[in-house]
């Protein structure tokens, strides 16, 4: 085991489930293995029983991907992720969360949606809808988008450029916290039935936002305080603006590289970005993407692995690098380089590949399908449970990480491995909760293991909204 020095106190680790409403997710072809359920994602039941097997082990919560178009700058065609099914066909993910909420009581939900493409307006009346259907227990991982096919369904030929789309981003959040957190006062529903007032009027209030991506905003927000107000916020960008931006707004920040060191630079600039520009004391957590392969054995785990190459999909694998990088390899040669090339699409990811070659070879497009075809652009940990241990501690140490969401071969197979084989070693070692901090809570409450703390912490600029109980509406100035 590598042990951290002994003066420096263990992170109790963060652990997510990371899935997708498709098959395959992040190992495409994987559903062809007799194993493998992930093609039972339409089922709501699949995902009430995924659920409840992951509260059961007591995972912080369910972090559900997506992306609103297809992958197809690969041989400039979707047709190689319709036959690999590298995540395609796609549900769109929000809708099943009142399910899983309903059949269990702590695990939170962090949700996937885009600013690009969805009015705030609309999307706050959603977020709240399912924080109260859940209880609290909803997160929103923030992104931008990174595919033009999203682009072309929305009306506009290709997606805006990078950091423009940062930029509406932020006046995006503007709008939801006005509506979220501005718009009700915390005691504005009275339910008085003896004077039969529902609601007092003076306590809800139009937001009049005024801007350049949304010109106009009236408001009242149409839905009452929910448990959280703003959901645990959620993020996925690690260029330069997505650092920026999420220093600002995130309270916890999801990376994927294939190796600490590609990642270990990016969470320290923002770490100090939330401090420095932004006056954050509390900690944003930084959760890595990793896909576990575990045996009681080194022999069984290596066993496993070889067992999954059998079925992965090497078109479907190159199918996601052209989405995630805007790069089509098809027509590299097979031991033909890659290149860091300007793109419009996951900026982080490009140059991460292109800046750290895998330690025995470069990256061609053979090495790519190979590395991305199990786990995606995150590590695969082989061996036993003491093994995985070790590697996870490893990127604690080295990146700085808080946290992971792992990633599954098999669905469910590789999270019931995770369960019986990770999870004790975990525990053993002092780096995984025994039990919810807040056993019913809200996903904040048990993300920061503080009762009490519903909404976001005092120094987060969603905090700057909260029309708080006993404030005249006079007395609190809707920030601009």
Same mark, same amino acid.
């Given at each position: 085991?590598?042990?951290?020095?002994? /003066?420096?106190?263990?992170?109790?680790?963060?652990?997510?489930?990371?899935?997708?409403?498709?098959?395959?997710?992040?190992?495409?072809?994987?559903?062809?293995?007799?194993?493998?359920?992930?093609?039972?994602?339409?089922?709501?039941?699949? #995902?009430?029983?995924?659920?409840?097997?992951?509260?059961?082990?007591?995972?912080?919560?369910?972090?559900?991907?997506?992306?609103?178009?297809?992958?197809?700058?690969?041989?400039?065609?979707? /047709?190689?992720?319709?036959?690999?099914?590298?995540? #395609?066909?796609?549900?769109?993910?929000?809708?099943?969360?009142?399910?899983?909420?309903?059949?269990?009581?702590?695990?939170?939900?962090?949700?996937?949606?885009?600013?690009?493409?969805?009015?705030?307006?609309?999307?706050?009346?959603?977020?709240?809808?399912? /924080?109260?259907?859940?209880?609290?227990?909803?997160?929103?991982?923030?992104?931008?988008?990174?595919?033009?096919s999203a682009a072309r369904n929305m009306g506009f030929t290709e997606q805006p450029k990078h950091d423009d789309r940062y930029a509406q981003a932020e006046e995006y959040l503007s709008v939801v916290y006005k509506l979220l957190e501005s718009s009700w006062c915390d005691d504005a529903v009275a339910l008085d039935r003896?004077?039969?007032?529902?609601?007092?009027?003076?306590?809800?209030?139009?937001?009049?936002?005024?801007?350049?991506?949304?010109?106009?905003?009236?408001?009242?927000?149409?839905?009452?305080?929910?448990?959280?107000?703003?959901?645990?916020l959620l993020q996925a960008g690690a260029s330069r603006a997505g650092r920026r931006f999420a220093a600002r707004h995130a309270e916890a920040v999801f990376v994927s590289a294939h190796a600490p060191a590609v990642c270990a630079a990016a969470v320290a600039d923002l770490r100090a970005q939330a401090r420095d520009r932004f006056d954050r004391a509390s900690p944003i957590k930084v959760l890595a993407l990793v896909t576990p392969v575990l045996g009681r054995t080194e022999d069984e785990a290596r066993a496993k692995l070889a067992d999954y190459r059998r079925y992965a999909s090497a078109e479907g694998a190159l199918a996601l690098f052209g989405g995630w990088t805007g790069i089509d390899l098809a027509p590299y040669g097979d031991d033909e380089e890659l290149r860091e090339v300007e793109s419009n699409a996951v900026r982080s990811t490009v140059e991460g590949f292109a800046r750290f070659s895998p330690a025995t070879s470069k990256w061609t497009k053979h090495t790519l399908a190979e590395h991305i075809s199990i786990g995606g652009n995150g590590p695969t940990l082989v061996g036993t449970p003491s093994q995985v241990a070790d590697g996870l501690e490893t990127w604690v140490r080295e990146a700085d990480v808080d946290g992971f969401n792992f990633a599954y071969a098999l669905f469910p197979q590789s999270f019931k491995d995770i369960i019986d084989l990770l999870i004790p070693e975990l525990r053993r070692r002092g780096l995984f909760w025994d039990d919810y901090a807040v056993p019913g809570g809200t996903y904040r409450e048990n993300f920061y293991q503080r009762p009490g703390q519903t909404g976001p912490p005092d120094d987060h600029v969603a905090s700057t909204y909260r029309w708080r109980a006993g404030v005249p509406a006079e007395e609190h100035v809707i920030p601009q």
């Open positions: 085991m590598n042990e951290t020095s002994s /003066d420096t106190p263990k992170k109790s680790l963060v652990l997510n489930a990371f899935v997708m409403m498709c098959s395959g997710h992040q190992s495409p072809g994987l559903w062809r293995h007799p194993d493998d359920e992930s093609w039972r994602f339409n089922e709501v039941s699949r #995902w009430v029983e995924l659920a409840k097997l992951l509260e059961g082990a007591k995972f912080h919560g369910i972090f559900i991907a997506d992306v609103l178009g297809g992958y197809d700058v690969y041989r400039n065609s979707l /047709d190689p992720a319709k036959i690999s099914g590298a995540q #395609w066909p796609l549900n769109e993910p929000l809708s099943v969360v009142s399910a899983m909420a309903a059949a269990t009581k702590s695990i939170g939900f962090g949700v996937t949606a885009s600013t690009t493409y969805e009015h705030p307006y609309h999307f706050a009346r959603r977020l709240s809808t399912v /924080d109260h259907l859940s209880k609290g227990r909803l997160g929103w991982n923030i992104v931008t988008g990174y595919l033009d003896a004077a039969g007032v529902y609601t007092r009027p003076e306590l809800v209030r139009p937001i009049n936002h005024r801007g350049l991506h949304f010109a106009s905003v009236a408001g009242p927000h149409p839905c009452q305080p929910s448990p959280q107000r703003t959901p645990l």
